[in-house]
């Protein structure tokens, strides 16, 4: 796979800012219209949409970017969505376990709505496909080639925390939780397996998790959707995470830590096994 731009400081350069801009502006609309909390019938079909046409706008872009660019197949894709969701079902459900031992966590009320569930996973589904697109697909990716994938880590993995300070509750140590705990996690997933669809699974799973089921703050948003568990989060920040939610917590920075090392070592086994640095796929 030959990558057309890589030397090429003003097209490298045009490749990552206008790719950063054109997938931030035009999925944005979008996802503020969403945030307007329309009906689940209208929310549901929009999301899918956009984020479907985010995800072949991003094919499109990536032909432009690579020559003899590989694609899995819909089934493969699935497949690594689905990798994606289990791990981040496995991390935020250890968080919560965690959160629960210390007292941080009680069940108040279990209560299904389904229009909010749909909300929910509609939501989440464009916004997981959205960033990972920008902060993996583009960012990560683009100055991992340029450098070396500890530089595409370490930049986007902060960038994307820094992302998140305009969000209520906000504060330096909750973009630095997320750089730690999510932004190093899903760019490994994304250099391990060599694709964007196991980030974007992850990244969807963790936000529908934690706001859809056990009703959490969702990196400090609002939302008036209800949560099928309503809970009652005591504690201090530095274990509850606080306003911003768990993605603010030592617990869920510790937890996230320990999975993205893991994933390090198997990226690293990989390469060694290889002899080269694994091709990205789409």
């Known amino acids: 796979m030959i990558i057309i731009s890589k030397d090429d400081n003003l097209a490298w350069g045009c490749y990552l800012?206008?790719?950063v801009l054109a997938f931030l502006i035009i999925p944005g609309v979008v996802g503020y219209v969403l945030l307007l909390n329309i009906p689940a019938y209208a929310a549901v079909p929009l999301s899918t949409i956009a984020a479907v046409a985010t995800l072949y706008a991003f094919k499109k872009y990536l032909s432009w970017y690579v020559e003899n660019g590989e694609s899995l197949s819909f089934r493969g894709k699935m497949r690594m969505m689905g990798i994606g969701w289990a791990v981040s079902v496995v991390n935020f459900l250890a968080i919560i376990v965690c959160l629960f031992l210390c007292g941080c966590y009680r069940i108040v009320n279990v209560e299904l709505d389904v229009a909010s569930q749909l909300s929910w996973l509609?939501?989440?589904?464009l916004v997981g496909v959205v960033e990972e697109v920008i902060f993996r697909?583009?960012?990560?990716?683009?100055?991992?080639?340029?450098?070396?994938?500890?530089?595409?880590?370490?930049?986007?993995s902060l960038l994307f925390g820094l992302?998140?300070?305009?969000?209520?509750?906000?504060?330096?140590?909750?973009?630095?939780?997320?750089?730690l705990a999510s932004g190093w996690l899903f760019g490994m997933a994304y250099a391990y397996h060599q694709t964007i669809w196991v980030p974007v699974g992850m990244h969807w799973a963790w936000n529908y998790l934690e706001?859809?089921?056990?009703?959490?703050a969702v990196s400090g948003t609002p939302l008036d959707y209800r949560p099928l568990i309503t809970p009652r989060i005591s504690g201090t920040d530095l274990l509850s995470g606080g306003a911003f939610g768990p993605e603010a917590s030592i617990i869920c920075v510790a937890i996230g830590i320990g999975i993205s090392i893991v994933y390090t070592m198997l990226y690293i086994k990989k390469r060694k096994r290889l002899g080269a640095k694994p091709e990205m796929l789409f």
């Open 137 to 156: 697909g583009i960012l990560f990716r683009l100055i991992a080639d340029k450098w070396n994938i500890a530089v595409g880590l370490t930049t986007s």
């Open 122 to 125: 509609s939501l989440f589904l």
């Open 17 to 19: 800012v206008l790719g």
């Open 211 to 216: 706001g859809g089921v056990f009703g959490c």
């Open 163 to 179: 992302a998140h300070l305009g969000n209520p509750g906000a504060t330096l140590w909750a973009a630095l939780a997320i750089a």
